[in-house]
């Protein structure tokens, strides 16, 4: 879930980064990292922490040059630690090279310790460093070439930027798991995870990078090719269903948009006619709950306010606030709830835990009964293609019955959004074009890695 940028051809090309990650930071809160290229050489900043923390007006003076790829990360494969940021950045005989990924390679594991054995020497732990020994062992001579010969060994989810001093690359993988996007800011391309940055930074949207596609972009411009085996498309639903910034275009379609259906489908299928009133848990289930209630009728309030300003780290008392992470990211509206039979539109259920002590604030504030619905399916599968999600045993859905998790979380009712409601949501009835393996174990690559096999088990 971590969030890329890349800009080719413009004097502000470090400023222009900034501002791409800034709209990106939802993406990922870990760490920041911008490397920049002169043409002559790369130029790199990479810090733990916010966008606005890692980078100042002295940090980004120093980011001299043209052009500029950017990482905000969420780790998913290695540790959160300083060696794991990004872009990483390598010297090697093909020259000087930086990577930006998101998402995550599934024979990762296999893969390094094959090199390991070969002597290879990892600075960190990340899926990411695998990618970059692949191309440092390969023989043939053009940077792209080494890239298609690397990542044809890769069994995964990867939306990459590449920068040498004179050129960035963009590349995606064959299922188009991750979201890549192509703009156009005056003569300057611009890559990003969503359309979200590009609209920041005033960039035109030009069109989303295919499945399996590269673009190499350097003074010569843009030129496109799909070096790799055609495979059916499985780009990641659950970017609708949550990751993705609501004001994004995505794979096509708008996430505002299709998280309103998602909420007009869950209302058919999940009806509650007793209930006197809508809420939504901020912000991602905010436009689920409006097309709730537009289907069912029943009116739509703003029963939980979110604050936008909890830091990444605070300090919590161990008994004496009870629930304070999750106080301290919402309160109830009490003189919304007091009373009323409550719809809570959520998007998600992981462990369970949050849900509980979000059911609880509620009724502490006076709602009569709480009726939770999930704008998707029960999440019973572990996702391998860069989502942090827990092994199977601590998904609660892998383990209880929905009347079980309805009596865990204490709500009066629970109901989640079908396999299939999910499908006729996003336009896509027989599941040709995504994938839904975190719903239903159907996973569309071979998992390799052995923790990723026994866990899948």
Known sequence: MCGIFGIYGHPEASN???????ALQHRGQESAGIVSADGRGLHARREMGLVQEVFGARELEALAGSSAIGHVRYSTAGVSQAKNAQPLTMQYSGGKVAVAHNGNLVNAQTLRARLEAEGAIFAGDSDTEVIVHLMARSRVRRLEDQIVEALRQVVGAY??????PTQVIGVRDPYGFRPLVLGRL?????????????DLVEAEYVREIEPGEMVVIDDGGLRSCKPFEAVRPARCVFEYVYFAKPDSVLFGSSVYETRKALGRQLAREQPAPTADLVIAVPD???????????VSGIPYDVGLIRSHYVGRTFIEPQQSIRHFGVKLKLSAVREVLRGKKVVVVDDSIVRGTTSRKIVKMIKAAGAAEVHLRISSPATRWPCYYGIDTPVRQDLIAATHST???????????????????????????????????CFT?????????????SAAG
């Open 16 to 22: 222009i980064t900034y501002l791409g990650l800034h």
């Open 159 to 164: 939306s990459l930027i590449f920068e040498t």
């Open 186 to 198: 005056r003569e300057a391309y611009v890559l990003a995870s969503e359309t979200t940055a590009l």
């Open 284 to 294: 991602s289930g905010v436009p689920a709950a409006i097309g709730f209630s537009q």
């Open 403 to 437: 009347d079980e998790i309805a009596t865990y979380v204490t709500a009066d009712s629970l109901g989640y959004l079908s396999v299939e409601g999910l499908a006729q949501a996003v336009g896509d009835p027989a599941w040709n074009s995504y994938c839904n393996a």
């Open 441 to 453: 174990g159907n996973y569309l690559t071979p998992l390799e890695s052995p923790q990723a096999a």
